[in-house]
């Protein structure tokens, strides 16, 4: 079964809105890690969380990792067009040492000009 | 500028027909990995190599085959493709630290689409 499930699957918004888009996953893990995929491209690595932080940000985005509960968010605050693409987080499995990423199913986020 | 290169981008093929799938980067990263990207089953890793001539099956490796004679290069091989190997594949790198508590975001290729009719 996927380690990493996203929540929503897809999500449509105004520009200057805000996003958040939520992942669960099942085992202890080493760090969780978000990616983007534009349409037709490879996926960009956007922020990494490790098992012992609660939040990071950089730049727009905002990430929390909640390690009792198994879940990720990842919020983008004043979405841009530009921002339109699919996230997926992606988890380490603490047991596997072999730098495996788990990747869940992915967030379709829409954003309207 | 650090990359992952993946050749060709796209292939239509025929079943049988031996082909190889390249894959470069220049950030002198250790860890490199292959994935295949499916609707609905999401990305799932086929191969994965922790350093020069050291390989390793990943979740579907089945009719696949890697080589790292190189640090900079690791080709996935497809003997004798079939139809249910089309996939958009992704060819990642890492600077490694696995095992060390320290890991590294991987790096992704733009993907190669592959159709095997």
């Known amino acids: 079964s996927q380690q990493g499930e996203e929540d929503p699957q897809a999500l449509s918004i105004q520009e200057g809105e805000n996003a958040t888009m939520n992942c669960s996953y099942k085992t202890s893990i080493n760090n969780l890690q978000w990616y983007r995929q534009n349409s037709g491209r490879g996926l960009v690595h956007l922020i990494l969380i490790r098992s012992n932080e609660r939040e990071k940000h950089s730049g727009r985005l905002r990430v929390t990792l909640d390690t009792s509960k198994k879940s990720s968010s990842l919020l983008i605050t004043a979405s841009r067009a530009a921002d339109t693409a699919s996230y997926f987080c992606?988890?380490?499995?603490?047991?596997?040492?072999?730098?495996?990423?788990?990747f869940g199913q992915g967030t379709t986020l829409q954003v309207k000009p | 500028e650090a990359q992952v290169t993946q050749n060709p981008r796209y292939l239509i093929t025929v079943t049988g027909k031996k082909l190889t799938v390249t894959c470069s980067q220049n950030?002198?990263?250790?860890?490199m990995s292959w994935y295949r990207q499916d609707p609905g089953l999401g990305l799932r890793q086929i191969y994965y190599?922790?350093?020069?001539?050291?390989?390793d099956k990943g979740d579907v490796p089945e009719g696949y085959k890697v080589s790292r004679k190189e640090k900079r290069n690791f080709p996935l091989i497809l003997e004798s493709p079939s139809p249910n190997q089309t996939s958009l594949y992704f060819c990642a790198s890492s600077l490694s630290g696995f095992g060390t508590g320290v890991n590294q975001p991987q790096h992704f290729g733009d993907g190669t689409r592959l159709s095997i009719l």
């Open positions: 950030m002198n990263h250790e860890y």
């Open positions: 992606a988890t380490e499995d603490r047991s596997s040492n072999t730098g495996k990423l788990i």
């Open positions: 190599s922790m350093n020069v001539e050291v390989t």
